[in-house]
């Protein structure tokens, strides 16, 4: 089963990488794109067949490893 | 003969590879803003190291829409001798000068040392003063340079003898100990097909100087003082192939 | 409105708001009451430190700038000086020690550019609890990380620096960071606000709610348009600085510039108070002109916010568009908020009515100043009592045993190699550094002239502890000494005091004590201080840190290709002990990391005869009598014996003296194999020099001895003729390069 | 309205951050994952208001800028 975890900044915290993307976009002729955010994504290959069990074991490791809970959040979804 | 030195925002090495051509070659330099449309009369180009934009997205992906770019690839479709050191090689691949991309080093850590690349072609305007074979002490500073050419890329990279450094071992030998980043085939730097156009990832400017631990950055820019002065558009470079063995041991 | 709660949230007693009364003529509003709580804290005033502060050294010929300004600044010849400081950032690494540290470097390196210099190396100063302890390897990872994210970008060399390991700094580990530049002596920049009409400019990074403290926290209670929820965390934004960087010191070199000075701590309500306080002047500005990220900014939040890369200038009248012309280059915005006036007030207004008005002496000058009570720890005692006979080993040595025990202090991670780590930084960028990471001090050449500049950070805490005077002391001398092997004649010295808390008599004792050894030192070196940082409050759970007086002293080596390093060069070298050992195991890397106690006093110290051995070993090398200095301390003589075999994979000889300082010879041994006599330097020379360099010792009146030879692949000492140590050097190498690097093995395949 | 571009590498480019992390995730026992693969995720702010056209704007920004077509492929959501 694939789990999908996206991990970004949390709302609060300053993203100069997303920033510095905007201003290039900006420059580049892009000026309807007012904001840009970056973030991690991460595709897991999980053994669990289970959706919910997935769902969670997804979830524990973004807890614990993929995401910085000091400044990130995160998202799973399971397909 | 002028070196122009592109200074990309960001750039952070854009002054020791003026200090290399001015005070150690001394030869003309100038420095050369991104946000210019013309190179004025360099006789040859570097785009050197540092952080262009702060390589936020991907390194060298947002240097390459430079207003600088244009008169670059005018310069090199001319045949003008352009080097790409660390970040100037992946703006150089980001901007398709050159084939293939970086990715992370393989154990995700930026890394600084002294380290060793053997000389695989000496028919480029960067290293026609070089043996062919000859193993330099150059040092490299990065956390993205680890090459990486799909398997057609790569085959034709080969074939066309267009890699002109692999990382090696102090005695030459290509294997993959002496690997700093986990780049294919041991890349440290290639050329075009055209052979004018050199990105590499070790920083021959920081190899000048016998007070900073060594010289042997030195045959790199004086090759292309060389070429220069030879008034070789590189095409015509003598293409007596090199000799060194085009596939490394692995 | 502002009750004892407001008060505490604000970290302001009550007899301090009493006085904010007292200036004001009235109450402050909440507004005024966030800009004098974040002025008087104890991180912007140094209220506890600074009568003891005042003691230090700070004057010398070469002083061109001594504390007070952003940084401190030593004439280095040539019409140049260097302008160095230190600094710390030890909670926010904590709390996230990648953005911790980078914002560290950042904060660090805007001090040095303010000052018209462009900086050109940086050092830095780690301590962490044991590295196998829950939780060091992730917080040493990221504080590396974050330290070479900041600083690779930019583009400043790390050239050296310090790590150690200590259960004492599980709870709150310490990241402190150095930054050195060079200027044009007479081009030095100052932070002050003067002539009347002035504009007041604003450039770099918006504003934004972060960095707002949460003790100085605005509440929605007091002000009903703040957010409940702010990070604590600073995202560092190296690239933005990269382009402040350039862009500044090109504006410097116009004459449009009439000061300028970075938003550090404090932010946009320190920057403006003190550069109207230092020019005698007063500043006033909008804040609804201040470039803001998020919106419903309150002027609380604006003037409070520490958001990182900005900078505040003051500008000749009609230079404006020069100035501004310069920024735009670089793709920054300058941003006229206000301008300098003449009353010596603070003013800020929000969309042209007076939000906050207060005199900046009252905020700077005046601010509050205690003489916290000072009481020796009762505890002190036992820890300086060491039973020698008491510890737990053989009485009859063996060459396996003090093999072993070599080899495991060699792999102690605070001996070990710190290679997994500078390798991580560019050490070459800029190409000026002549002595890389890992050989001794940094050393880098100045450009455009032969000189070079050399320095170094120490400090040995567990000395600190267990005598925080003494420690001080050493902390100084050893940084002086690393400095002095290179070559370098120290010139100035910069500290950084991180302490606990120091309302409690005994922290208060130890760092009036160390101030007072520092000074000592600093005086009798003749090396004056001229800046530095003070780092409080750093415990968890009530329990302290060791006292950790970081010093970074700065040096000049008029012939760059002069420097040594550590490394032996060669076979058949003589070696030479400059001065004398005399077993001294008080609080040695031995006791703690063979036998795991912290004990004793810290080894004796004559300020005297360490002037004479630094001036010896400056003339040797100038002199290219030696070809390789290490100085001797962490882990003694064996260890920095080994330390010059290391990389050269050039063996040693070596015959040494007995001590005595038991009654059973192993514990001998170890004294003179291990223990950390001060004052010693190994150093190599050739054998034809040897008669010129025991010449130059004698006339110095250093102890000098021969003591062995370089060559072949082992490490042999002898002690009164019998043999103690024999080891492979490459076997001696292995657990000391790998110490560090091995619990981070991560290798792809 | 708000694009989301997903960029990974490609399937044949090894991804050395994401072999990491599998390879920690294991040694912290997590043995039902079997590969992880790590990508950046982006989030637009767009002044579009038709999701027609704001795909169509996500996408050329994602093809020009935020995706390398060497290593990388991107997919992208309108919301
Ligand atoms: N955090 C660090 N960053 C850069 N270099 C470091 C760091 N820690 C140690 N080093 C380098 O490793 C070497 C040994 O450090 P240390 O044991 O503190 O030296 P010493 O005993 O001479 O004071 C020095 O050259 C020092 O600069
Ligand atoms: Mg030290």
Redesign the interface.
């Known amino acids: 089963m694939r789990a999908r975890v996206y991990v970004t900044l949390k709302p609060s915290v300053f993203d100069p990488q997303g920033r510095t993307i905007a201003e290039a976009l900006h420059s580049l002729g892009y000026a309807n794109v007012d904001d840009v955010r970056q973030g991690k994504y991460f595709e897991l290959d999980l053994q669990t067949t289970e959706v919910d069990a997935a769902k969670a074991l997804a979830a524990e490791v973004a807890d614990k490893v993929l995401a910085n809970p000091v400044i990130e959040s995160y998202r799973v979804e399971v397909e | 003969m002028t070196f122009g030195v592109v200074v990309f925002p960001g750039s952070n090495c854009d002054h020791d590879a003026y200090h290399a051509a001015t005070q150690v070659l001394g030869e003309r330099a100038e420095l050369v803003w991104h946000k210019d449309t013309s190179l004025h009369d360099a006789d040859v180009v570097i785009l050197p190291g540092g952080f262009a934009h702060g390589d936020y997205l991907r390194t060298g992906a947002m240097a390459r829409f430079s207003p600088i770019m244009p008169a670059i690839k005018a310069f090199a479709d001319r045949g003008g001798p352009v080097l790409g050191i660390c970040n100037g090689f992946q703006i150089l691949l980001e901007s398709g000068l050159l084939p293939g991309a970086m990715l992370r080093n393989r154990e995700l850590k930026y890394r600084c040392e002294h380290l060793y690349i053997r000389v695989e072609q000496t028919d480029t305007p960067f290293s026609r003063r070089a043996q062919a074979g000859q193993v330099l002490r150059i040092p490299i500073g990065h956390g993205e340079g680890n090459y990486y050419a799909d398997a057609d890329v790569l085959s034709r990279l080969e074939s066309n003898r267009q890699v002109v450094f692999r990382y090696c071992s102090p005695s030459g030998q290509v294997d993959d100990a002496a690997n700093p980043n986990g780049s294919v085939h041991n890349v440290a730097g290639i050329c075009n097909q055209r052979r004018n156009v050199v990105g590499m990832m070790p920083h021959p400017e920081r190899a000048c100087e016998r007070l900073l631990g060594g010289t042997d950055g030195l045959v790199i820019l004086q090759s292309v003082v060389d070429a220069v002065a030879a008034g070789a558009n590189p095409a015509d470079v003598a293409t007596t192939s090199s000799t060194a063995s085009t596939s490394p041991t692995r | 409105m502002i009750d004892a709660t407001v008060l505490e949230r604000h970290g302001v007693t009550p007899d301090e708001y009493h006085r904010i009364v007292g200036f004001l003529g009235r109450e402050p509003n909440i507004t005024e009451l966030g800009i004098f709580s974040v002025m008087w804290s104890e991180h912007c005033s140094y209220k506890s430190s600074r009568v003891h502060l005042r003691t230090l050294p700070t004057e010398g010929p070469q002083v061109v700038q001594g504390p007070g300004e952003n940084a401190g600044a030593v004439d280095i010849g040539n019409g140049l000086a260097a302008v160095f400081k230190i600094e710390s950032h030890n909670h926010p690494s904590f ?2 020690p990648y ?1 911790g540290a980078a914002t560290g470097v950042g904060g660090i390196i805007r001090d040095i550019f303010t000052m018209g210099a462009r900086p050109i190396g940086l050092l830095n100063s780690l301590r962490f609890g044991a590295l196998d302890a829950p939780g060091t390897k992730r917080l040493l990872e990221g504080v590396v ?1 974050g330290i ?2 900041y600083g ?4 400043i060399p790390t050239v050296g620096g310090e790590v150690a390991f200590d259960p004492c700094y599980a709870g709150n580990p310490l990241v402190n960071v150095f930054c050195i530049g060079i200027a044009k002596t007479s081009d030095i920049i100052k932070g002050v606000a003067s002539g009347v009409g002035n504009p007041v400019y604003y450039v770099g ?1 918006k504003t ?3 960095g707002i403290h949460g003790a100085t926290m605005a509440s929605a209670e007091f002000d009903e348009r703040s ?1 409940e ?3 604590a ?8 600085e ?2 402040l960087l350039e862009a500044c010191l090109e504006v410097m070199q116009t004459d449009a510039l009439i000061g300028i000075q970075d938003m550090g701590a404090a932010g946009l309500t320190c920057s403006t108070t003190e550069m109207g306080s230092r020019g005698g002047a007063g500043v006033e500005i909008d804040v609804s002109h201040v470039p803001q ?1 998020e919106t419903g900014m309150t002027p609380y939040e604006i003037m409070l916010s520490e ?1 990182q890369e900005r900078m505040l200038l003051v500008v000749k009248k009609g230079c404006e568009a020069e100035v501004e012309r310069i920024f735009e ?3 920054l915005h300058a941003v006229r908020i206000g301008e300098v006036t003449a009353d010596g007030m603070l003013r800020v207004k929000e969309r042209g009515a007076v939000v906050a008005e207060i005199p900046n002496r009252a905020l700077t000058d005046e601010a509050p100043v205690y003489r916290r009570p000072t009481e020796r720890p009762a505890s002190l005692e036992t820890a300086q009592t060491l039973d020698l006979e008491a510890l737990p080993i053989a009485s009859a040595p063996d060459v396996a045993t003090t093999n072993r025990v070599l080899l495991l202090i060699l792999g102690s991670p605070s001996i070990a190699s710190k290679r997994w780590i ?13 002595v ?1 990471p890992g050989m001794g001090a940094g050393v880098l ?1 100045v ?1 455009g002239t032969d000189a070079a500049l050399a320095m170094s950070v120490d400090c040995n805490s567990r000395y600190c502890y267990l005598d925080p005077r003494l420690g001080a002391m050493h902390a100084l001398a050893e940084a002086a000494r690393n400095v002095a092997c290179a070559g370098a004649r120290p010139l100035g010295a910069t500290n950084c005091l991180n302490f606990g808390n120091p309302e409690k008599p005994a922290i208060m004792w130890q760092f009036a004590q160390a101030v007072e050894g520092l000074g000592s030192a600093c005086r009798a070196l003749s090396i004056p201080i001229t800046g530095g940082n003070v780092s409080l409050y750093n415990e968890t759970d009530g329990k302290a840190i060791f006292p950790t007086p970081v010093v970074g002293v700065v040096g000049l080596l008029p012939h ?2 002069r420097a040594l390093g550590r490394r032996f060069v060669g076979p058949d070298d003589a070696i030479v002990l400059l001065g004398e050992g005399h077993g001294e195991l008080g609080g040695s890397e031995y006791l703690a990391t063979v036998h795991g106690i912290v004990k004793g006093t810290p080894p004796s110290l004559d300020l005297d005869k360490e002037r004479a051995l630094q001036t010896l070993i400056v003339g040797l090398a100038d002199s290219r009598l030696v070809r390789s200095a290490h100085d001797c301390s962490d882990g003694g003589l064996a260890v920095a014996l080994a330390e010059c075999c290391f990389d050269a994979r050039v063996g040693a000889d070596v015959q040494i003296d007995g001590v005595r300082v038991s009654s059973r010879d192993t514990i001998n041994d170890a004294g003179a194999l291990f223990g950390e006599s001060a004052s010693r330097i190994v150093v190599s020379a050739r054998a034809s020099d040897v008669p010129a360099v025991l010449a130059r010792a004698t006339a110095a009146g250093v102890p000098a001895r021969v003591i062995g030879n370089t060559g072949g692949g082992r490490l042999r000492i002898a002690i009164g003729g019998r043999t103690a140590v024999d080891l492979q050097v490459e076997e001696a190498e292995r657990p000391w390069a790998s110490a560090i690097a091995d619990r981070f093995t ?4």
Chains 1, 4 share one sequence.
């Open positions: 709390i996230e953005q990380a070479a994210g690779n970008s930019i583009g990074a934004g709610r972060d957010a929820k702010r990070p965390v600073q995202v560092g934004d190296p690239f933005m990269k382009l990220r958001s280059k670089w793709d500078y390798r991580q930084y560019d050490h070459m960028v800029q190409t000026n550094t002549v890389l050449r450009k760059a290709d991560q290798r792809v395949a």
